[in-house]
């Protein structure tokens, strides 16, 4: 007869069992976890390769047997020439010395150590061999798919850099303003209301004409920084008020969890609560919110490349590519691949990063775990 409070042999083998089970089970971390789960997802991995070889090709496309991005030919027969597949000759091979800088500044302008490297290594593996006008060539006889190319390097760096540093300041001032909560709270968000208020493409504008202003430019240059950084920089100390918000609603709904109290019961200082407890189960929304803005930041500077304040020529990017197609639309000739093209980069890019930041949101949600 068994008393009270003791323990069957039955109880003990199925406590056994159940020790012997979890003992075979292998823990799996978040990110493991997360990995499998997206995997799953094939349009999130269709997506994910699609951005991960359009980043490629964009940092390597001096390598790349493209045409001249700049070099006018403003021939009949080179001016708003159809897709077609004739190649050409970049006339690069055999010239040294003040020669060679003087064709490579006409066919690329200045280019960085990189870039240049890149460009001779394509001269020893193609020559002065380039791939036809695949997407036809603008008013100015330029061929539209190595400007397509070329321009991806703006437009990625501007979506990616400027989201980067809206980022950065949205989540760190949000987490802070809903952690710390009361008057501070208040105040934070009383600023970002204020802020909200200001039309921020005026904002934009006002601080991109007075970092333009002469004297401001060569302490820059000075600096290292050009006109190009100042625009992502820019653009990404705008676009966090939004994130900002976002992310104060968020920390305030886990601010109270028990994780958070038994992290304040061991001693850990505000900072660290913040970073290291809060932020990271914060990371589901804010991927899929980055990869909402960084589609936003790029039609922006398409904007801005209109107003003439983005990006300016000799440098090409997506959006410019696509307003210059929209100026020499007439009602008697429409030269649509001016338009198609750019117009297909942009949306293709939107939808992957549309469709990789949904797996995301899902693969990295911990209360999908181990599902």
């Known amino acids: 007869m068994n008393h009270p409070g003791e323990t069957t042999s039955s109880e003990l083998d199925r406590y056994a069992d159940l020790l012997a089970e979890a003992r075979r089970i292998k823990g799996v971390s978040l990110g493991k976890d997360a990995w499998r789960r ?21 940092v ?30 970049l006339a690069l091979v055999g010239l040294t010395g003040d020669e060679y800088t003087r064709r490579f ?4 302008h200045k280019r960085n150590r990189m870039d240049q490297l890149l460009v001779r290594a394509r001269l020893a593996t193609f020559g002065d061999w380039s791939v036809g006008s695949l997407c036809g060539t603008d008013e100015l006889g330029r061929d539209v798919f190595a400007r397509l190319f070329w321009g991806a390097r703006v437009s990625l ?33 009383r ?16 601080l991109i004409t007075i970092l333009n202003e002469d004297s401001i430019r060569a302490q820059l240059r000075q600096w290292g920084i050009d006109q190009i950084t100042v625009f992502y920089l820019v653009i990404g100390a705008i676009y966090w008020l939004t994130m900002a918000r ?4 968020q920390v305030i709904s886990l601010r109270n969890e028990q994780f958070i109290d038994a992290a304040r019961t061991i001693g850990a200082t505000r900072t660290a609560i913040i970073f290291r407890h809060l932020v990271p189960n914060l990371l589901s929304v804010v991927i899929v919110y980055l990869t909402l803005t960084i ?24 959006g410019l590519l696509a307003n210059d197609g ?16 750019p117009g297909l980069a942009l949306a293709a890019t939107l939808f992957a990063l549309n469709f990789l930041g949904d797996g995301l949101r899902d693969a990295l949600d911990p209360r999908m775990k181990n599902r």
């Open 326 to 341: 929209i100026q020499v639309i007439t009602p008697v000739k429409i030269y649509w691949w001016l338009v198609l093209f």
């Open 38 to 58: 997206l995997r799953r997802n094939r349009v999130a991995m269709l997506s994910l390769a699609f951005l991960i070889s359009v980043s490629l090709l964009a």
């Open 60 to 89: 390597l496309t001096p390598f790349v047997p493209l045409q001249s991005p700049i070099e006018q030919n403003l021939a009949d027969e080179g001016q708003f020439q159809t897709p077609g597949v004739r190649s050409k000759s």
């Open 295 to 318: 589609p936003s930041v790029m039609l922006f500077e398409a904007f801005l490349s209109f107003l003439g304040l983005g990006v300016t020529p000799p440098d090409v990017s997506w």
């Open 105 to 108: 500044e006409e066919l690329f």
């Open 246 to 249: 976002v992310v104060r609603g």
């Open 157 to 189: 760096m501007v979506g990616v850099v400027a989201t980067l540093v809206s980022l950065v300041i949205g989540v760190s001032y949000g987490a802070t303003a809903g952690y710390l909560g009361g008057r501070v709270d208040n105040l934070m968000m």
């Open 191 to 206: 600023l970002v209301d204020i802020l909200y208020s200001i039309p921020f493409i005026f904002v934009v504008i006002f």
